[in-house]
Structure formats: structure tokens, C-alpha cells
Nanobody, 122 residues
């Protein structure tokens, strides 16, 4: 069993930056896809960014050029740097991990964190 724990959420003003992280209980970030998802008020959970074990990254169109995903294998930690935040980025952000290729489909992920809230005020 792998446990994921997000941290670093908070409230910011539009245009500001915020970084969140996800600590894994054991080494999972190699050989896995690690992803960030979010769920805003009244919305479905959606994929935001993902990184495969070879370092390949992918981003949702809505965050391209603003968000950056990376990982630190030695620390078993996944990061999401969010710049130029917008009110529509307000959501609960979750990290997830799965064996195999990255996907934007929630149901294929094996492990999930409890989420961290990001609120962007206009």
C-alpha cells in the first residue's frame, strides 16, 4: 500500500504563484505515472499535469505555460508549481499515481492523496 500526502495549498490573489507537493510513503515515482488532478466547486475531477518515470510531462490546455510538474526521486516527492493563478484554478488538488502510462482518466489511478485546497481570489 502506498500513501500519498499533499501539502502546500492555501489562498492567494489572482496572478500570484503557489507550489504544492505530494509525499509518497515509499518509492513510487520511478516506474509510475504521477499526476495532479483537481476538482472545483460543482465540477468533475479533471487532470491537470502528469509526469512519467522517464520525465515526460503532460499538461491540460488550461494550465499550459503556467503550471510545472516535477519530481524528486530521492525525496519521493511530486511537485506542482502554479504561476499566474486565476480564480478558475480554485479547486481541491489531488496527487495520484499508477503503474503504466499516464492518463487523464481518474479511474485508472491506483493511489490517491487526500487533497489540498487551493483558492484564488479575484
Amino acid at each position: 500500500q502506498v500513501r500519498l500526502a499533499e501539502s502546500g495549498g492555501g489562498s492567494v490573489q489572482a496572478g500570484e504563484s503557489l507550489g504544492i507537493s505530494c509525499k509518497a510513503s515509499k518509492y513510487t515515482l520511478g516506474g509510475y505515472c504521477s499526476g495532479w488532478f483537481r476538482q472545483g466547486p460543482g465540477k468533475n475531477r479533471e487532470g491537470v499535469a502528469a509526469i512519467y518515470s522517464d520525465g515526460t510531462t503532460g499538461y491540460a490546455d488550461s494550465v499550459k505555460g503556467r503550471f510545472t510538474v516535477n519530481k524528486d526521486k530521492e525525496k519521493n516527492t511530486l511537485y506542482l508549481q502554479m504561476n499566474s493563478l486565476k480564480p478558475e484554478d480554485t479547486a481541491m488538488y489531488y496527487c495520484a499515481a499508477r503503474f503504466g502510462w499516464c492518463s487523464w482518466y481518474n479511474h485508472v489511478y491506483d493511489y490517491w492523496g487526500q487533497g489540498t485546497q487551493v483558492t484564488v481570489a479575484s
